[in-house]
């Protein structure tokens, strides 16, 4: 009986807390969703709106454009729905250099962003904001991940990134955690499709382990050519060059890649079945890390919608930063500069009914935050 | 650097050379021959991949996607042959250059309407798998023998096709002197679209091959695209020996800067910055190869016969 | 004097109609279209540079896109400096005054334009094209690889740069000094055409020979033209970068360099208004077809081919019919 009324005055109080900030709210989702990249940004699109479906909330209302991954289109954009459609919180943008282009901007024009890939350093140290969320991670996090993993089984690692800022933080990150020897760092041109030049030199190097960050088309490329070249030595890369969205592409090439992750199809919590089992049925395709993201960035906002009305700028921040949501990652708070701290997983590419996936092996890290952290003062 | 590594890059460098070759023949013919300069080659070379990956998968057969591929090219270059490219000889390069850019946009997004936007999977055939050894001790991957051989073969049947037969005794003559064939009884409208499609046909044969290797996505086309052009550029527009020899060349020449590059800025800095100092200048290599030939010889390597 | 004939009729129009639409939008207290029409703008300032090249000279220059960016880097690297306080160069400090960086866009520009077009130049033709191409392509990658100034990610403006008396964080404001400027370009540009100068030019495309004949060098004549197209182009460059309060790479690739050559055949090539009608029918393309479908880029390819194949002259040729001379 006393469980029943805790019950009921519960449920009250949430509808009640429900009907006082039923407002309207309009979200901008600026995405790639066409040319070479649109698999992410579908993803991205998909993953956020399956969130918005489920809640089954009327008063939320997204607008999506496609970005074509121009940085100039994605500020265009983001100046009319800021300027014309009134939009209160943008988000969606896949790539760092659009995200560089665009939230600096929307958060000077007082509206709130919420990453759900992009996570630039330059946003995570001094220059965080407090309009400025990241659901995904910090660019980092995966790398260190993986250069703590190396550790642990390799002496002399060859690492590859392309030269670009993304590519460097990301070997940064692997340097900040791996205590052995570099057998040589190589940076490949953005949008390299041949990898046979460095392919060789890796044959060459002595490497007992190799890292390659190569997002997209590039990592396809590379895992491709690299299992018809004879070499043998063990492959690794943060989860986005293992992601569902490359795989099938990829091939049996990618079978026994190790890969870092905040989350694989085989988490066993309640809310990642569920997610799975949603993606699915609405879909009819295995979601990617993108997918993942983006639904937790829905159901942030979500959340934090149904709490506090986001004209109050100061309460919609505090109920975001709450992070009161049941993400598929398990564990997920914010940081003090508003980017995640959550667990971070070794996974390893596996063929599970002829499609492949990605297992869990173990936990790297536990509770990880990124390094910038320290700088940022909000 | 040890023997076998050098070797290796060589290899390297010949394959892509020889994969930019099939790329460069069918845009320097189109050239040579109707005066046409064609920013949807590469469009061309999407297609071929995607018709190969597609065709592969459903058949589960490499080889008919590859013939596949052919067709496919072929047909889709005799299409926009018929539809849009005939309208374009007598305009200028710029009308030419404008009409094919939005051949690009409508290619790609047609593309990624068919076939969706996630890469396609198209992998080597299991007769071509592997790696054999190489004098000195590195292995070399079958496959990349197999496009060196290729395009080997391509560039002798170019040779057969223009100096001994009839189709090419109208392509010399075309390109020679365009109203003289015409006079002579030449179908001249059938001849463009035959020669189209053989270019075509060629920039689907490399997509296909290059699909195995790399991923099959939209926008696959234009990097190999503005390559190719630094090829005909450098080799002289027109020219299939041209054409063979600059693609060699800047195989050559782009494989071994990636390689040397770092290591040469890495004996004045330390690796982690000597790395993307090296590899900017290894990225901008190329073309400034291509500045410094045609500063001397404005007109390429071996001139063709008018441009 | 110019006549009220047809063309000059229709460029009234459109010069009108482009300072009409944003103080509209400022009415109705819809900032977007303001941000719209300098975009229209500063599109156009930089294919009116192309244009002088391009339309003048018959040179097609596919790396416009080049000094573009270059402009667009002139203003982020010149404010990111402003900012830190580090100098750039020999103790010279950044600065965020518009005029300032104009100044210097302009210089950058000019002196990459003299170097790119004294090789260039010795070719033509096709060749032209791609060595303006490799060139373009050459400076995209090494703003791509570049670690200094942000590399593929780019760099923002944080605060748009200064220019006295005037509150350019305003759109309208900023609107009203791209505008000036433009007008000022398309001014630059009819001077040129009916100068000595630019008849000498517009010779040398017809007929090089009989330039050559009474001589003139043609060689000069063109780089001459070259240089002050790059000029324009990297001053419109500079104020892109102001608009979107950002600069990347991508403002040197060789879509960029693609889309300037459309929007001055969309407008009708040699055309003293063509890059204006150009890029406000491109920006417009782009903005409704971008709303509607997400294959928008499909339809766009659809009706520039069109454009080419059967509407020669452009918007200009198809209101105020035939061009006159050229």
Request: charged share 15%; with cysteine.
């Amino acid at each position: 009986m006393k469980n029943l009324l805790a019950a009921a005055t519960l449920a009250l109080s949430v509808s009640a807390s429900g009907l006082a900030f039923a407002e309207p709210l309009k979200i901008g989702m600026i995405t790639t969703l066409s040319g070479g990249g649109a698999g992410l940004g579908i993803d991205t699109r998909d993953g956020f709106m399956l969130a918005i479906k489920n809640s089954g909330n009327k008063d939320i209302t997204v607008v999506t454009e496609d970005d074509a991954q121009k940085p100039e289109l994605a500020v265009s954009i983001a100046d009319k729905m800021i300027q014309s459609d009134n939009v209160d919180v943008l988000t969606g943008i896949v790539w760092s250099n659009l995200l560089m282009a665009v939230a600096p901007g929307a958060v000077a024009q007082g509206k709130f962003y919420v990453s759900t890939n992009a996570a630039p350093a330059a946003l995570a140290g001094a220059n965080c904001n407090k309009l400025y969320f990241n659901a995904a991670y910090q660019n980092d996090n995966l790398h260190e991940a993986m250069g703590e993993y190396a550790n642990k089984a390799y002496k002399k690692m060859f690492i590859l990134a392309p030269n670009y800022p993304a590519g460097k933080d990301s070997l940064t990150g692997f340097k900040r955690y791996y205590k052995g020897e570099l057998a040589s760092e190589v940076y490949t041109q953005v949008g390299q499709t041949d990898y046979a030049a460095e392919i060789a030199q890796m044959r060459a190097s002595g490497a007992d382990g190799i890292f390659v960050f190569l997002p997209g088309g590039m990592g396809i490329a590379f895992m491709k050519q690299f299992a018809q070249s004879g070499v043998k030595i063990p492959v690794m890369g943060p989860g986005f060059s293992f992601s569902q969205d490359v795989l099938p592409a990829i091939g049996d090439a990618a079978l026994g890649a190790k890969a870092s992750g905040q989350w694989a199809p085989d988490f066993d919590n309640e809310a990642s079945k569920k997610f799975l089992a949603d993606f699915q049925t609405e879909y009819k395709r295995l979601p990617s890390i993108y997918a993942v993201q983006a639904y937790d960035a829905a159901q942030l906002i979500l959340s934090a919608a149904s709490k506090a009305s986001v004209k109050n700028a100061d309460a919609f921040r505090a109920e975001l930063l709450k992070a009161d949501i049941k993400s598929p990652r398990g564990n997920f708070k914010f940081n003090t500069n508003q980017h995640p701290i959550q667990d971070i997983y070794l996974t390893e590419v596996v063929k599970k009914d002829g499609v492949l996936t990605n297992k869990t092996v173990e936990k790297i890290f536990a509770d990880h935050g990124d390094a910038y952290a320290k700088d940022c003062k909000l | 650097m040890t023997l076998a590594l050098a070797l290796e890059q060589l290899l390297n460098g010949i394959q892509l050379g020889v994969m930019l070759f099939l790329m460069a023949a069918g845009l320097t013919l189109i050239f040579g021959v109707m005066g046409l300069i064609n920013l949807a080659h590469g469009s061309l070379y999407m297609v071929g991949a995607f018709a190969c990956a597609a065709v592969a998968a459903w058949t589960g057969s490499f080889w008919i996607g590859l013939v596949a591929s052919l067709i496919a090219a072929a047909a889709a270059g005799a299409i926009v042959e018929l539809v849009v490219v005939r309208r374009l000889y007598d305009r200028d390069h710029l009308d030419q250059v404008l009409a094919t850019f939005a051949l690009i946009l409508i290619f790609s997004e047609g593309t990624r309407w068919l076939f969706g936007s996630f890469p396609l999977y198209l992998d080597i055939p299991p007769l071509l798998q592997g790696a054999v050894s190489l004098p000195g001790g590195a292995e070399y991957p079958v496959y990349r023998f197999a496009i060196i051989a290729v395009g080997a073969a391509v560039a002798l049947g170019l040779y057969f096709l223009i100096s001994r037969t009839r189709l090419g005794m109208r392509i010399r003559a075309g390109e020679s002197d365009r109203e003289m064939i015409g006079a002579l009884g030449v179908d001249i409208r059938t001849l463009y679209t035959v020669v189209f499609a053989l270019g075509s046909a060629l920039a689907g044969l490399a997509g296909a091959m290059v699909g195995a290797l790399q991923s099959v996505q939209v926008g696959m086309g234009e990097p190999v695209l503005i390559l190719a052009f630094v090829v005909i550029v450098i080799g002289g527009i027109g020219s299939i020996k041209g054409a063979l020899l600059g693609a060699l060349l800047v195989g050559i020449v782009d494989t071994l800067g990636r390689l040397l590059l770092p290591q040469i800025v890495g004996l004045f800095m330390p690796l982690a910055q000597a790395g993307p100092i090296g590899g900017a200048i290894a990225s901008m290599l190329i073309y400034v190869v291509m500045a410094l030939i045609l500063a001397v010889k404005p007109r390429g390597l071996f001139p063709a016969a008018h441009g | 004097m110019p006549m009220l004939n047809r063309e000059n009729l229709v460029n009234l129009a459109l010069a009108i109609l482009l300072i009409a639409v944003p103080l509209i939008a400022n009415g109705l207290g819809q900032p977007f279209y303001i941000t719209l029409a300098t975009r229209v703008a500063i599109l156009a300032l930089a294919a009116t540079g192309l244009n002088l090249a391009l339309g003048l000279g018959g040179l097609v220059s596919f790396g416009h896109a080049a000094f573009f960016g270059l402009g667009g880097y002139v203003a982020g690297i010149l404010a990111a400096h402003n900012f830190s306080g580090e100098p750039v160069i020999f103790g010279l400090g950044g600065t965020n005054q518009m005029w300032v960086i104009w100044v210097v866009s302009i210089l950058v520009s000019g002196i990459v334009g003299l170097a790119i077009g004294a090789i260039s130049l010795r070719t033509s033709g096709v060749y032209f094209i791609m060595i303006t191409l490799a060139f373009a392509q050459m400076v995209y990658y090494f703003a791509i690889s570049w670690p200094a100034y942000g590399g593929q990610d780019g760099l923002s403006i944080l605060v748009r740069n200064q220019f006295p008396g005037i509150s350019t964080m305003r759109p309208l404001s900023f609107f009203f000094v791209c505008y000036v400027i433009l007008i000022l370009g398309i001014g630059l540009f009819a001077l040129i055409r009916a100068s000595r100068f630019g008849a000498a030019l517009q010779a040398s495309r017809q007929n090089e020979v009989r330039v050559a004949t009474v001589g003139i060098r043609p060689f000069r004549i063109r780089l001459t033209a070259f240089v002050i197209s790059a000029m324009l182009t990297g001053i419109a460059g500079a104020l892109f970068a102001d608009l979107n309060r950002f600069v990347s790479p991508s403002m040197l690739s060789w879509q960029m360099s693609g889309e300037l050559i459309v929007l001055i055949i969309l407008g009708g090539t040699g055309r003293l208004f063509g890059p204006l009608a150009g890029a406000a029918l491109y920006v417009v393309f782009e903005y409704a077809l971008g709303g509607m479908t997400e294959r928008w880029q499909f339809f766009l390819g659809l009706i520039l081919l069109l454009v080419v194949l059967f509407a020669r002259g452009g918007l200009i040729g198809l209101l105020a019919g035939k061009a006159k001379h050229g």
